[in-house]
């Protein structure tokens, strides 16, 4: 299995607070991304990294931020959680273009 | 912005028989993956499609990849219990990799 963890594994939080969870990775892979899996709307794209400091949005990036500082870590960012970020975070790895990609085991945030 | 659609969503059938899955995406590219998810756990990487034409086979599945009518098709051979599951295909674009919504796959003993 690729070495790909994510933490926490289980949030709850309320509104408007803060929430930052994280992506770590062993393998020294190039690409890392944030995914959200809800019910009826399969996996959807928040942002990516290409690289150390190099992010770019997906599909669903209001509302989140990242930061990529060192190559094993990618961060995601609720800067003030809402009832609509409800949902379970999937991050992923590759090593290139091309690359099959690994996920993480998930992280099911609930903001009440 | 990259459209990938997945037919059908929920698909139910009966063990032994044969099936196919469709995924449909509006932009150009070459690169297109399936994914596994059983329920309550993540994402498990099926196939890799690089080119057109591109066909991989494991098991009872089987993938193919057409990029000039924008296709992919994940067909099931003799079905068994064992691959009820969600499948998801994923069309890589400019670095990003967009999902369809998955077909939920439900095969009856």
């Known amino acids: 299995d690729a070495g790909i963890t994510q933490s926490p594994r289980h949030k709850v939080t309320e509104t408007g607070t803060p929430v930052t969870l994280r992506c770590h990775q062993t393998?020294?892979?190039?690409?890392m991304y944030w995914y959200r899996q809800d019910p009826g709307h399969g996996l959807r794209l928040i942002h990516y990294?290409?690289?150390?400091?190099?992010?770019d949005k997906g599909e669903v990036s209001d509302g989140y931020s990242v930061s990529r500082s060192k190559t094993e870590d990618f961060l995601l960012t609720l800067e003030s959680a809402t009832s609509s970020q409800t949902s379970v975070y999937f991050c992923?790895?590759?090593?290139?273009?091309?690359?099959?990609?690994?996920f993480g085991p998930g992280t099911r945030l609930t903001v009440t | 912005e990259l459209k990938v659609e997945q037919n059908p969503l929920f698909l139910s059938m009966q063990e032994g028989k044969n099936y196919t899955i469709y995924c449909n995406y509006s932009t150009t590219s070459d690169r297109l993956y399936w994914y596994r998810q059983d329920p309550g756990k993540s994402l498990e990487s099926l196939f890799v499609l690089l080119s057109n034409g591109a066909v991989k086979q494991e098991g009872r599945l089987m993938a193919s990849l057409d990029t000039k009518a924008r296709l992919s098709t994940l067909h099931i051979t003799a079905a068994v219990h064992d691959l009820s599951a969600t499948y998801f295909c994923a069309v890589e674009w400019d670095d990003k990799i967009i999902f369809g919504k998955g077909t939920r796959l439900h095969i009856l003993p």
């Open positions: 992923a790895i590759r090593a290139s273009q091309g690359g099959k990609q690994y």
């Open positions: 990294s290409y690289g150390v400091k190099d992010t």
């Open positions: 393998e020294n892979h190039r690409y």
